[in-house]
């Protein structure tokens, strides 16, 4: 699968993209909004065993991870996992593309792509203190649907870190 756009080439994850997705976690991890997200890991052999994972999945469309790429150098990745009207949608950029349309680009192409033509409900959750997560979702036409606490992490006495998170969605004709 390959998908080309004004400015962006997108093909899914292979196992060769195991540096790339290091460098955009490592980047992610650094980040502000790191909190809301589970921790990334950043191994080596992890992450070939993830990206060799992701490679032999994708082609199902049922867990569908996505390299975006500006020219050849992986900027980001997108995931869709199959629910029952539609997709959960999820992504993650390098810091150095945020805020230049690279996100929203890539992820109107591939919800063309996956419903071609076809009614479905594609859903995002985000945390609602990451403003340029909430910003992207509402610039895609996605509406917000729910409101949840949301916990990845514990304090020192073992209790849960909570946070505000929501749920949005697109439904896409």
Not at 10 to 17: A, G, H, K, L
Not at 34 to 48: I, L, N, S
Not at 115 to 144: C, D, H, Q, W, Y
């Amino acid at each position: 699968m390959e998908l080309k756009t004004n400015r962006l080439f997108i093909r899914f994850v292979n196992q060769s993209d195991w540096k790339s997705l290091i460098e955009i976690w490592d980047d992610f991890n650094q980040s502000e909004y790191a909190r809301y997200d589970v921790v990334h890991t950043e191994t080596e052999a992890e992450v070939q065993n993830k990206a060799k994972r992701w490679e032999e999945v994708s082609p199902g469309m049922e867990h569908v991870f996505f390299a975006v790429l500006l020219e050849t150098k992986m900027i980001g990745y997108t995931d869709f996992h199959k629910t029952s009207d539609g997709y959960e949608c999820g992504y993650c950029f390098h810091s150095k593309y945020n805020g230049k349309g690279y996100a929203k680009e890539s992820i109107e192409a591939l919800i063309r792509y996956l419903s071609n033509g076809r009614k479905m409900r594609i859903t995002a959750g985000t945390a609602l203190e990451n403003a340029p997560s909430v910003r992207l979702l509402k610039s895609l036409g996605f509406e917000k649907i729910k409101e949840e606490q949301v916990s990845f992490y514990k304090d020192v006495n073992g209790n849960d870190i909570y946070f505000k998170g929501a749920i949005f969605a697109l439904d896409v004709e």
